[in-house]
């Protein structure tokens, strides 16, 4: 958390959590009572006497009072889906966050997604090729694939599922409670609004070429929803998996779904790294990723990425992010849960538990394999010589310095 909370912040911030803050005490919050002041220490900064926006400004306390180190002008690394346009429907919810909010992350687009008990996300297809991290509850996916094998399974938190680019495919919400999801796409421009729709296609082709095609009379057709009322619908819960399942085609070689959380962790003493790439995961062959725990006070370690853009999913906890991105620029952003951040291909970063639970997040790339170079790591198999005439270290720091990765740091 921020190091420079008052009592009184202590308290407003206990009063937003307990949803007790009036509208008096909101106005009261956006004139007088500004409690972080872009100070960050007696003689730097000054007091904002001006009306502003005190509860997000708690939410960036190292954009009010960045660190010392931080210099230059970056662009924006974070984007949360908070302030992200959300799309309602008979079945559930969606809202997305693509190049159009978080303009640097050309190559990644993500989307979340809510399915009620029974909800369907309507058969469709699209050019990009789709990743997903279950977050909350159950839910029944389908493909099949171009010769003719098809894929039925359900999936649970933290399980994920992988269509290649164009692959057709449905994802409907189990019982009792239906599912939420992260979707991530492997093209920044992606629009979860812009889908091939099995009921829209059917919509646009004459009633006659319909007949020809599925051998039916053309009376038959003609009774399609419109588009609208599908996308994501209400239907029932279906029964168990089992009959359902192949329906007389034979499976898919390479599963589409994966258990991510049933992997075992690179474990360290403040955390856990799971790394899911198309070696554990074979159908991934365009997105990697790792899921990050990091205990109270502990660091994923300086690093950078040696293959692909970063594009993180924050799902609890609370963190920043401090990126230096050369030439003297670094900048610092604050994270929690719902928030995206992104870190530009091979800059460096380290992520940081600010917080007082476990901070949980997803890291994302383009790519087919996980890698990252850790500063630790490279100072560690540098000769020592030649790394002392750079930066003129204490002994105590290079005898300390780790030949072994150690993705999370503690506290
Ligand atoms: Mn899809
Ligand atoms: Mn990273």
């Known amino acids: 958390m921020n190091r420079q909370l008052t009592r009184r912040d202590m308290l407003a911030t ?9 509208s008096a005490s909101v106005a009261m919050a956006q004139t007088s009572d500004r409690i972080l002041q872009p100070s960050r ?53 969606t809202r997305q966050v693509t190049a159009r909010e978080l303009s640097v992350s050309k190559a990644i687009a993500g989307v979340q997604m809510r399915l009620n008990a029974g909800a369907v996300r309507e058969l469709h297809w699209h050019k990009q090729a789709e990743w997903a991290y279950m977050l909350y509850g159950t839910a029944r996916i389908t493909a099949i694939d171009p010769e003719g094998r098809n894929f039925v399974d359900d999936v ?6 992988y269509f290649p680019g164009g692959i057709p495919h449905s994802i409907q919400g189990l019982g009792p409670d239906g599912c939420e999801f992260l979707l991530v796409f492997d093209d920044g421009n992606f629009d979860e609004d812009d889908t091939f729709l099995l009921s829209d296609w059917f919509k646009h082709v004459p009633a006659e070429v319909l ?30 998996l ?7 085609a034979s ?4 599963s589409f779904s994966h258990r991510m959380m049933a992997q075992d962790p690179i474990r360290t003493k403040s955390g856990t790294v799971r790394i899911t790439d198309s070696s554990v995961f074979p159908a991934s062959k365009d997105i990697a990723a790792a899921l990050v725990e990091i205990e109270p006070g502990g660091l994923r370690e300086l690093h950078w990425h040696p293959n692909a853009d970063e594009w993180q999913y924050y799902i609890s906890g609370q963190a920043r ?13 604050d994270f929690q849960a719902g928030d995206v951040g992104f870190v530009p291909f091979a800059t460096g970063h380290y992520v940081e538990n600010t917080g007082t639970t476990t901070l949980r997040f997803l890291e994302m ?18 000769p020592p010589e030649l790394l002392k005439v750079h930066l003129k270290l204490d002994q105590q720091v290079t005898m300390a310095l780790n030949k072994t990765k150690i993705p999370v740091r503690p506290a």
């Open 14 to 22: 206990a009063a937003v959590a307990g949803g007790m803050l009036t």
């Open 41 to 93: 220490a007696p003689g730097i900064g000054g007091n904002d006497p001006v009306p502003g926006n005190p509860i997000r400004e708690r939410q960036n306390p190292d954009m009010l009072n960045p660190p010392a180190t931080d210099s230059g002008t970056t662009p924006n690394l974070r984007f949360s889906f908070a302030d992200a346009h959300v799309r309602q429907t008979s079945g559930g919810w």
């Open 156 to 161: 649970g938190v933290g399980d994920l599922w």
């Open 211 to 240: 007949s020809k095609n599925f051998g039916a009379p053309a009376s038959l057709f003609g009774h399609t929803p419109d588009p609208s009322e599908l996308y994501i619908f209400k239907a029932p819960v279906p029964g168990p």
């Open 242 to 248: 089992g009959p359902d399942r192949l329906l007389g």
């Open 251 to 254: 499976p898919v070689p390479q």
């Open 321 to 333: 992010m401090g990126v230096f991105a050369a030439s003297g620029q670094a900048r610092t952003f």
């Open 365 to 382: 790339f383009k790519s087919s394999y996980f890698a990252d170079v850790s500063l630790n790591q490279w100072m560690a198999l540098t």
